[in-house]
């Protein structure tokens, strides 16, 4: 079984700054994906950056990347110039590859980011 | 393009009620994923439906059921409601073999 651990319960950040957002992950898998969601207060839960674990090269998306770091099971999310609208819960999520039925997706308890004006 | 879409948006029922919530995939997706997200927690896999049959499981009583339908919509059913079923219940499609799930807004179940 896969579990996924999101230490941080809340953080903060002042517009415009930059701030990283922590998971870890436990799986015996080797080949698996996985994803940051992002879900504002109106509750509709968005995917914000996906990350293939067999490609090396960290997933970048406008002003999300991430630093995945396969051997230790650690996969941040970097967020550059915050954003008021980035305050949102985010879930950090594992999907193992499936050639045959869709995997499921198992997620973190979530951090909730605040954007500061 | 519709997205997924859920309904209802709400719903408060009491204890041993059932209840059905139903979920419209976004157009040309084949699967339906439940999901199960308790206040202030990350979502719970529930099941999975593919071609009008439950593929995949979550560890969820059998108080909790399901169908999709030959439009690729699908019901989530729970019987004998408990207090600790009060939750938002999310749905979530995706096209069979890709990596990508894309949700509704969800509903908000509220047992008394």
């Known amino acids: 079984a896969q579990t996924v651990t999101q230490s941080q319960p809340e953080m903060s950040v002042q517009e415009a700054e930059t701030v990283t957002l922590s998971c870890t992950y436990d799986?015996?898998?080797?080949?698996?994906?996985l994803f940051w969601y992002k879900q504002p207060p109106s509750r509709q839960m968005i995917l914000v950056i996906r990350?293939?674990?067999?490609?090396?090269q960290n997933a970048t998306e406008n002003r999300f990347s991430v630093n995945f770091q396969k051997a230790a099971k650690s996969f941040s999310l970097k967020i550059s110039d915050s954003q008021l609208g980035d305050t949102a819960m985010y879930f950090c999520?594992?999907?193992?590859?499936?050639?045959?039925?869709?995997?499921?997706?198992?997620f973190g308890k979530g951090i909730t980011l605040s954007v500061r004006p | 393009d519709a997205g997924v879409t859920q309904s209802p948006t709400h719903l408060i029922k009491t204890r041993g009620q059932q209840v059905t919530l139903r979920c419209s995939p976004k157009?040309?997706?084949?699967?339906v994923s439940w999901y199960q997200q308790a206040l202030g927690q990350g979502p719970q896999f529930i099941f999975q439906?593919?071609?009008?049959?439950?593929?995949q499981r979550g560890n969820f009583p059998d108080r909790f059921s399901g169908h999709q339908f030959p439009n690729y919509s699908s019901e989530l059913n729970v019987n004998a409601l408990l207090l600790g079923d009060s939750a938002l219940y999310l749905c979530?499609?995706?096209?069979?073999?890709?990596?990508?799930?894309?949700f509704g807004p969800g509903t908000r179940l509220t047992v008394l």
């Open positions: 979530a499609s995706s096209l069979q073999g890709a990596n990508e799930q894309f």
């Open positions: 157009s040309g997706h084949d699967t």
């Open positions: 439906y593919y071609e009008e049959e439950e593929r």
């Open positions: 999520a594992f999907m193992k590859h499936s050639t045959g039925a869709n995997s499921k997706l198992t």
């Open positions: 799986t015996s898998e080797n080949n698996y994906y």
């Open positions: 990350q293939e674990a067999y490609k090396q």
